[in-house]
């Protein structure tokens, strides 16, 4: 049995702030907005559910969205480049940087590049090129 992510989401205190900060990021990535209604927006593939899902939504227990201490949602692309082009996007669609572009040996080995950014309500994503030499 195959097992991977079916969705991840994030809360939000403001759907309209977070569809802004997402729309053009995962445009990028090729990904289309899924679903909204006034609680809820996501992002994947419609035409393949296999794709993993993002959600940002209000909180269903409609206390307010607060971030998680560890939490995070790594988008994993095929360049270093878009790494740097989706990092960029980010910063100008409002969200906040939290590790600039590059490679991590120390960590990660040294083929790995990656950016870190927060979104407007302070969730913490990843942007991840796993070859990042091989494909500049």
């Known amino acids: ?4 992510i079916g969705y991840t989401m994030v809360g939000t205190r403001d759907l309209k702030r977070a569809k802004d900060f997402y729309n053009p ?12 209604n006034e609680q809820v927006a996501s992002w994947g ?14 909180p269903y227990d409609e206390n307010p969205a607060n971030v998680g ?6 988008f994993r692309v095929q360049t270093a480049s878009l790494v740097d082009d989706l990092y960029e996007q980010a910063i100008q669609c409002g969200g906040r940087e ?3 572009p590059g490679f991590r040996p120390e960590r990660y080995g040294d083929k790995f590049y990656v950016a870190y950014v927060r979104d407007p309500d302070g969730n913490k994503l990843a942007f991840a090129c796993y070859d990042g030499r091989s494909n500049p």
Do not use: H, I, K
């Open 45 to 58: 593939d419609r035409d393949d559910e296999t794709v993993p899902r993002f959600f940002s939504c209000y």
């Open 69 to 74: 201490n560890g939490a995070m949602t790594t």
């Open 25 to 36: 990021l995962f445009d990028t990535m090729g990904l289309s907005p899924c679903y909204e």
């Open 98 to 100: 939290e590790g600039q």
């Open 1 to 4: 049995m195959n097992t991977v």
